[in-house]
């Protein structure tokens, strides 16, 4: 088991759900105020904070409040681990497939 597993099943809770996958796509364009990040969902802004709740428990948003105004971001590099655990899942011969295509590039720029 990978060293960093309590950090990737944090991760992939918090994206388990619809709501919170939307939340951190609109949040990946840029940093947005609550009731902006709210407009979409038919919630109560409640509800909406507990999922910026588990999105930020898991290290992916942080936020700030500026008087009565909150700003959400998406934490960069916040995803790192799980694209570093999909790295580790893909099969051999999706790696040998990887070393054939460089082979075949160089091989091809060496010819010209």
């Known amino acids: 088991m990978p060293k960093y597993h309590g950090e990737l099943d944090a991760v992939l809770r918090a994206l388990a759900d619809p709501t919170r996958r939307a939340i951190v796509e609109r949040l990946a364009k840029s940093p ?3 009731s902006e990040l709210a ?5 109560a802004l409640p509800s909406l904070m507990q999922h910026l709740r588990v999105l930020e428990s898991a290290g992916l948003v942080t936020s700030h409040k500026i008087g009565r105004v909150r700003t959400v971001s998406l934490r960069p590099g916040a995803l790192d681990v799980l694209h570093l655990w999909l790295g580790e899942m893909r ?3 999706e790696q040998q497939a990887d070393r054939l295509g460089i082979h075949l590039t160089r091989t091809a720029s060496k010819e010209t």
């Open 32 to 34: 947005a105020v609550v």
């Open 39 to 43: 407009a979409p969902f038919s919630m």
């Open 91 to 93: 099969t051999p011969a």
